[in-house]
């Protein structure tokens, strides 16, 4: 990444630590050697007060007194010398005595300026910093008064830290370079360790913005962004399920929409139905009632015959309103169904018995094929009027031989009743629409014989009512309606003859 946190990181803390080992090498090189004279300036103000109180007390020619001052400079890097007021050397830790002295001397007599600097400067000492003029070599000088009319000198080398600081410096130098690499190779591990669950949560939270919720963080701890990956999976989880209960909602109200516009159209066109289906009768009513009203024929033949249309009209009208009432209260689920076992061939033969004029004025035959009894369990009533519906269609569309054809045929938890009549098959694009309301294939005939096109969906509704299934097919000859209702096996019956339709009933 182009503004990586690591590169960041690494960068700031190389930086800190470059600049450390830098700031150290400023200070080595500028102020070490001042501080180094400074504090040697201090060890021989010490040195010296030491042997000035010693003095006071008249201590200085006790046998511990030389021991401790020996000890005291050789610890400290001191040579020293005290001498008498006549030049005697009583005490010295050098091996060239007369050499110091005379270098001591020269410097407190005949000072020259341009090779001393005075660093301090009381009544009883005297500091200051010479250079050897032979050896070429800075020293530290401190002379000064005892109480006992004694002089004691004091020297010590300044030009080894010169050497320190270029040695410190140096071996700074090294180590610098050492740890800055070794600081951006610790710093550049660690914060791809801090930083990689960081990048691990913005994938997450990528994802997320794309409704992807199966990234879920794993981490191990409890810091704090282990913490926050914790919140990241509980609002992942959280979103995935809000989201969800949206679409679902969205959905629904979706399937509700269209269930209203699907209403709004099918209450448009059941109006229109409705409306269309009752002003013929209407009309007819009206027209011949004026008729009457009027006197247009003032014999009892026509009178009659006025009042025989406007009764046909209403009945008509009435077995209309019938109709959607009964097709209203299945729909709704107001209609009670009352499941029961009997026979179902005795409703056949009732069926059979009840349309038996009808066919006998239209010259149609029926044969039913059934083994009774065939016992089912469904709401009887409602069988026999889904049964009445098939016959009835069947009779007004019977052509060519005027055959009906009822068949019971058993299936393993089923009995399938099938209706078949001879005539002209229906149009394969009709077949989805047949058993919607008010929906007629061929219009004219239906007119004709007085239909409202209510009687299929009647059907429908009554085997939605059952959880059964309904439908029609066209064979060969004719059209073959059929439905289904549960069954349990009849005793008695010889299972021999089970696939055998045995001739019920026939007539012409």
């Known amino acids: 990444m182009k503004h990586s946190i690591t590169r960041k990181i690494t960068a700031i803390m190389i930086s800190i630590v470059a600049g450390t080992v830098l700031l150290c090498w400023f200070i080595n090189t500028t102020l070490l050697e001042s501080y180094y004279i400074e504090n040697k300036q201090k060890t021989l103000l010490n040195t010296f007060n030491m042997v000035y109180k010693e003095s006071e007390k008249g201590r200085t020619d006790s046998e511990e007194f030389p021991i401790k001052l020996e000890t005291k400079c050789s610890n400290s890097g001191i040579s020293f010398m005290i001498i008498s007021s006549d030049r005697t050397i009583i005490q010295s830790n050098v091996g060239n005595d007369e050499r110091l002295l005379l270098q001591f001397l020269e410097l407190i007599f005949d000072m020259d300026d341009r090779n001393t600097q005075v660093l301090k400067n009381t009544p009883e000492y005297m500091i200051e910093k010479t250079k050897d003029r032979r050896l070429q070599t800075d020293y530290l000088v401190l002379w000064g008064s005892l109480q006992n009319g004694n002089m004691i000198l004091m020297r010590t080398a300044v030009e080894s830290i010169k050497e320190s600081v270029d040695i410190a410096n140096r071996f700074l130098a090294y180590v610098g370079v050492i740890m800055v ?284 009512s059952f959880h059964q299934e309904c439908g029609v097919i066209n064979v060969e000859n004719g059209v073959k309606f059929w439905f289904e209702l549960d069954s349990r096996v009849s005793e008695g019956r010889n299972s021999k003859t089970q696939g055998e339709n045995i001739v019920a009933l026939t007539d012409k």
């Open 181 to 464: 690499i070794l600081c951006a190779v610790i710093i550049y591990v660690v914060t791809k360790k801090i930083t990689n669950p960081i990048l691990q949560l913005a994938d997450i939270s990528r994802r997320m913005t794309n409704l992807d919720f199966d990234a879920k963080f794993h981490g191990k701890g409890e810091n704090e962004i282990n913490l926050l990956g914790s919140h990241m999976n509980q609002l992942s989880e959280t979103l995935e399920k809000t989201i969800s209960e949206l679409k679902s909602a969205n959905n629904e109200l979706k399937t509700d929409l269209e269930k209203k516009t699907e209403i709004d159209e099918m209450r448009k066109e059941f109006i229109s139905n409705v409306s269309h289906e009752l002003k013929t009768p209407i009309a007819l009513i009206q027209g011949y009632a004026e008729g009457l009203q009027e006197c247009i024929n003032d014999d009892a033949a026509s009178r009659d015959f006025y009042c025989e249309v406007i009764m046909d009209e209403a009945d008509k009208m009435n077995s209309l309103v019938k109709s959607l009432l009964t097709l209203n209260q299945l729909e709704s689920g107001s209609e009670q169904v009352v499941f029961e076992r009997f026979d179902l061939l005795e409703v056949i033969q009732g069926v059979a018995n009840a349309t038996a004029i009808l066919r006998e004025q239209d010259g149609i035959s029926m044969t039913i094929h059934a083994q009774g009894p065939v016992y089912v369990w469904a709401d009887e009533f409602k069988t026999e009027q889904v049964l009445t519906n098939y016959v009835s269609n069947a009779i007004h569309y019977a052509a060519n031989e005027k055959e009906i054809e009822i068949s019971v045929i058993h299936k393993e938890d089923t009995v399938r009743v099938e209706v078949f009549n001879s005539g002209a098959p229906i149009p394969q694009e009709e077949i989805a629409h047949i058993w919607d309301k008010f929906y007629k294939v061929d219009k004219a005939r239906t007119r004709e014989y007085g239909g409202s096109g209510i009687g299929l969906s009647i059907v429908k509704a009554i085997m939605d």
